[in-house]
């Protein structure tokens, strides 16, 4: 396989992650990088169905790990795992931990152990980055007819805690996103480099 990476930004609604995904691979570019960008939901059939099904509390949380499971299958094997192998730098803005920490915070019903057992298809980041908000301060960067089902202040301190413990036990990076943009992405920035010089990659200046 040529070489390649596969980075996800993940967080809570309102933490950045769209944006921060966006700035990261534009910085990558300009350091002769092959950057291919990516979200979840993903653009295929289930995932257009999710973005529907988010805006439905009627929807069971059970039926939304299923969708993302099965969206997050397809989204990896049509479409990181092959631009990977084509030597793209793969930036996915959310992957796993999203359904980690939204589905298990929905339902005592639903497990962390079961959401992951979901996912065991799925391809495995090379490095998550977790960007860390406060619900209040996320909430009041979105605009209030896009909100899905679960963004209320109270689902989304649990939904932060599970990210936060995962972040722990599974040792990922965690960037606080209340700082301003330009100082949010720099330590994003940091992290991405030594991460890709650890891996061998050639970085310009």
């Known amino acids: 396989m040529p070489h390649s990476i596969f980075i996800v930004l993940d967080g809570i609604d309102g933490s950045g992650t769209s944006t921060h995904s966006n700035l990261l691979a534009g910085f990558l570019s300009t350091k002769g990088l092959k950057i291919y960008l990516t979200q979840e939901p993903s653009n295929s059939d289930i995932g257009k169905l999710l973005r529907v099904y988010l805006k439905n509390d009627k929807i069971p949380a059970s039926t939304d790990a299923l969708l993302f499971a099965a969206d997050r299958v397809l989204h990896f094997e049509n479409e990181i795992k092959k631009k990977m ?37 799925a391809g495995k980041p090379n490095l998550t980055i977790i960007l860390d908000i406060d619900p209040k301060l ?27 413990t995962r972040a722990k036990k599974e040792e990922y990076d965690v960037v606080n996103t209340d700082d301003i943009i330009e100082i949010v992405q720099a330590k994003i920035q940091e992290i991405v480099l030594e991460k890709l010089k650890e891996m061998g990659f050639q970085i310009k200046n």
């Open 85 to 121: 192998e084509e030597g793209y730098i793969v930036i996915s803005d959310r992957y796993i931990e999203s359904s980690i920490a939204y589905q298990s915070s929905q339902t005592e019903e639903i497990t962390i152990e079961w959401v992951k057992n979901l996912n065991i298809f």
């Open 138 to 164: 996320s909430l009041s960067r979105k605009h209030h007819k896009a909100l899905d089902k679960f963004e209320d202040t109270s689902m989304l301190d649990k939904v932060r805690q599970v990210y936060l």
